[in-house]
């Protein structure tokens, strides 16, 4: 059990460190201080920043559909369940004004390094257009879905990055407000719930 | 005169390695290979990293302040200009599949480095959002040009995130095509030449 929650500690922190100061920039002793474990026990769970890279994006993924279920049952309609998605650039704010958005930055930060990881932490946008794609066809627009999900995304990204750069928070509040606008444009007629 | 060219060349292959594969990445050897130059000849021109990041975002501003000029004499309106500042996704639609936008990009490596050049950094941001403010006043926009300028350089920075992870040049012309009908329809009137 100890064994186990060690491995965790270390996915943990890493997600954490990968986010704040970049996959390139932190090192396993970064990784392993911040645990507070030797190097022995830290290369008895990973061999490689990799392994760990690799880990880190399996967390993330499942910590994302977690949250995708929870909107799932919160939300009463499709597009109750899209503002939720939305949303996420209110309740994160903080973190996205000083780190950026930890999906786009790594999939950012891994194109750059062309690092044979970029496929699998594309898997979390993969992740975010398929359910948005699904609300999107449940709200009565299959013909377009996948373009509106990427749309979404695409405002989504582009409003962390300009708050990364600004660190506004009344222009991330404008745009989340634009984009609840457009939604609600986006289905005239009274939603199917 | 070698020495004055010397120099730019070692900030021209930095600028372009700083791209490709990021600031943190990109090592003074790198850069001394991509040039051709012994390491005492790179020192006689550049003693840290931090002093070329400045040379490379200076040698940014004054290419886009060219690009912006060149805009204001080919544009015969604010919104022909404004089109080819939507334009550039796809004019440049090949390195951002690969690499991201250059600025987005730069400016979000450097937060997560929590890099005292973050801010010189934004300065390429900010002239783009200057500009594009102008613009929207000239359209007769004066009361939101700025937050019309903010919308559409964080429409674009979205729109690279998603072509950088998908490399989906469809994806990229349909939403360009989509930022034109916004455009069009921020000026319902005829706009003044």
């Keep these: 059990m100890t064994t186990r929650s060690t491995r965790e500690d270390i996915v943990r922190a890493a997600d954490d460190l990968f986010y704040r100061q970049g996959y390139e920039h932190t090192s396993f002793a970064d990784i392993a ?8 026990n830290f290369y008895y769970h990973f061999r490689t920043k990799d392994e760990i ?3 880190v994006i ?10 995708m279920e929870r909107w799932e049952i919160e939300g009463k309609d499709p ?6 998605f939305i949303f996420i650039l209110i ?7 000083r780190y950026g958005c930890p999906i786009g930055t790594l999939s950012g930060e891994l194109a750059k390094l062309n690092h044979s990881s970029q496929g699998e932490a594309n898997r979390l946008f993969t992740l975010f257009r398929t359910w948005l794609a ?5 709200l009565g627009r299959e013909a377009d879905a ?3 999900a990427m749309h979404l995304l695409a405002r989504s990204q582009g409003v962390a990055t300009l708050a990364n750069a600004f660190r506004d928070e ?3 509040r404008a745009e989340v407000q634009a984009m609840v606008d457009w939604l609600t444009a986006q289905a005239p007629e009274t939603a199917p719930s």
Aim: net charge positive; with cysteine.
């Design 33 to 40: 201080e911040a645990v507070g474990i030797s190097r022995g």
């Design 53 to 55: 890279l690799d880990a």
């Design 58 to 67: 399996e967390a993330r993924l499942a910590e994302r559909r977690l949250l």
């Design 79 to 84: 597009q109750d369940r899209i503002r939720s």
């Design 91 to 97: 309740a994160n704010c903080d973190k996205i004004m």
């Design 134 to 138: 699904r609300q999107f066809a449940l």
């Design 146 to 148: 996948d373009a509106l």
């Design 170 to 172: 009344a222009f991330v």
